[in-house]
């Protein structure tokens, strides 16, 4: 592919962003501004700013892929100079005018940067054709947007290298362990609570995959320098979370938002994943941070390549589809098939549900306090938290619950994907089974205990513009609050916990 042809490409894709993506990605990438001055000039929060950077930046990535765009033989950009995008910033400001609002911009707006932006690639066309190249995807590929692919695989982060994998030995048992067809209780197969099983047709799970999936998990052969797993920020004991507010990726840099509970995503109505819910299935859902620039930053290629010719995949692979064949399909669908089989069903809940008439009923191995807690989440948190059954303690929808009280300074979840303005502040909730050890709570893990995320429910809900009707501030007694506690800990499940079929197979 030409020069020509890629900027073409890369004209096309760039101009289909939508607006707020495209301004950011500008302003930062083609202006040079950092987050905060960006940040500024936009008129957002920084950390809107870095959210937008981050996720434009994947989406053009993926784009480009899709057109077949190979940036080992293509350089991407041309010569453009600063005061040609100081201008096409001064027209992203007004593109991103809504930016801080969370609206659109106007017509005019908008047109105005269609202008600024087309100009800015004819001039950068014009530039390939003299000669005058510069690499405008060295500014994104900064943040891992576009890198160059190559059977080596990427660089490492700065500050990172590539390590040879540690020397651990698979250990898996002779017979395979049993993840399909697990004998749930009763609760669990109701038509109601069955409908929020999302598991697809064509990828059920079996023993032989989920078997390969938890191999997968736990091999830090998935990172590019060979350091981090899946299983390092999702920690078995810590019911599949990482007990630390913010995870350290393979390049030493933390993420932005918890790491998220990984328990019963089965059963998490709709199907769509991550704390903004941008992955639609458990199987793109996956790949997501195995391609992260800041958690796993491993290329998919150079993965598949890596596994066929391990002396063990091959065969683990053969088990679980009929064939030896790696690719980043089957990779997808075996994690995705290990994460289904983590189902938390053996609480102190479950045991009691199973001897009492129903979910509201008094449970007959509960203490005095903990019946009490069940009862006040009945009646105040079930409708969003056990929606219409008692086996699924996950919400039906993203919510806002009132953390902050204006979304220009923090985290825009849902609506920074969507870029819905009503949907600003949204984020999928995990489910509550095991929430005694899934701490730090919320989606930037600001409460460390659970009697912290009660006083917020109490008496700290805020009035954001998208506050989900049914939030508000309960004012709970002391007493009512050491219930509550005390009921949400009967959710632990130890022998998931501790189930050594969940657990790394490595020795």
């Known amino acids: 592919m030409s020069w020509r042809e890629g900027l073409a490409i890369l004209d096309e894709e760039l101009a289909r962003l939508p607006a707020p993506y495209r301004a950011v990605l500008i302003v930062c990438c083609l202006d ?13 929060s920084e950390g809107r700013v870095k959210g937008l950077l981050e996720r434009g930046r994947e989406l053009l990535r993926q784009r480009l892929a899709h057109r077949g765009l190979e940036l080992g033989s293509v350089l991407l950009g041309a ?5 040609a995008t100081a201008v096409s910033g001064e027209a992203c400001v007004r593109v991103a005018q809504g930016l801080g609002a969370g609206v659109s911009a106007s017509p005019a707006a908008a047109a105005l940067s269609e202008r600024v932006v087309a100009a800015m690639f004819v001039q950068k066309l014009k530039a390939v054709a003299t000669g005058a190249v510069v690499l405008f995807a060295t500014a994104v590929a900064a ?16 500050g990172s290298s590539r390590a040879e994998p540690p020397v651990r030995v698979l250990h898996l048992p002779d017979v395979p362990d049993r993840y399909a067809d697990i004998d749930l209780p009763a609760h669990f197969k109701t038509p109601t609570a069955r409908r929020f099983d999302n598991t697809p047709a064509d990828n059920p799970v079996t023993d032989a995959g989920a078997t390969l999936g938890r191999v997968l998990f736990y091999d830090t052969r998935l990172s590019a320098n060979n350091t981090v797993s899946c299983g390092s920020c999702h920690v078995q004991k ?15 840099k933390r993420t932005d938002r918890h790491a998220m509970s990984l328990v019963n995503l089965r059963y998490h109505l709709g199907g769509r994943f991550f704390w903004d819910a941008r992955a639609g299935s458990l199987e793109e859902a996956v790949l997501v941070p195995i391609q992260s620039t800041v958690e796993m930053g491993q290329d998919l290629t150079r993965l598949v390549e890596i596994l066929a010719k391990d002396d063990k995949y ?9 064939d030896g064949k790696v690719t980043r399909e089957r990779v997808a669908a075996a994690l995705a098939q290990f994460l289904r089989a983590m189902v938390s069903y053996r609480s102190k809940y479950d045991e009691g549900l199973a001897q009492a008439a129903s ?20 009646r105040n948190c079930a409708s969003c938290h056990l929606p219409g059954q008692d086996a699924h303690f996950g919400t039906a929808a993203s919510t806002n619950n009132g953390l902050d009280e204006d979304h220009k300074t923090s985290d825009g979840g849902v609506g920074d994907v969507t870029l819905n303005a009503r949907q600003l502040g949204l984020f999928k909730s995990p489910s509550l089974r095991n929430v005694e050890r899934t701490a730090p709570y919320m989606h930037d893990g600001r409460f460390d205990t659970l009697e912290q995320v009660i006083d917020h429910y109490s008496k700290e809900v805020k009035p954001h513009p998208n506050l989900h009707p049914r939030v508000r501030r309960l004012n709970f007694t002391d007493s009512e609050k050491a219930a509550l506690v005390a009921f949400l800990k009967t959710l632990t499940d130890q022998t998931f916990l501790s189930d050594p079929k969940f657990s790394d197979p490595f020795r």
């Open 359 to 378: 979910g509201r009923d008094d449970f007959p191995n509960y203490t005095v306090q903990e019946n009490r807690g069940k009862a006040l989440f009945v």
């Open 143 to 158: 943040g891992g947007a576009l890198v160059n692919r190559t059977a080596a695989g990427p660089e490492p982060a700065p």
């Open 79 to 83: 010569g453009v100079t600063r005061s």
């Open 314 to 322: 091959p065969e683990l692979f053969k088990k679980a589809f009929g």
């Open 32 to 44: 040079g501004r950092s987050r905060d001055e960006a940040a500024r000039h936009l008129g957002c």
């Open 238 to 252: 810590n019911a599949f979370v990482d007990p630390n507010r913010f995870s350290k990726g393979f390049g030493g």
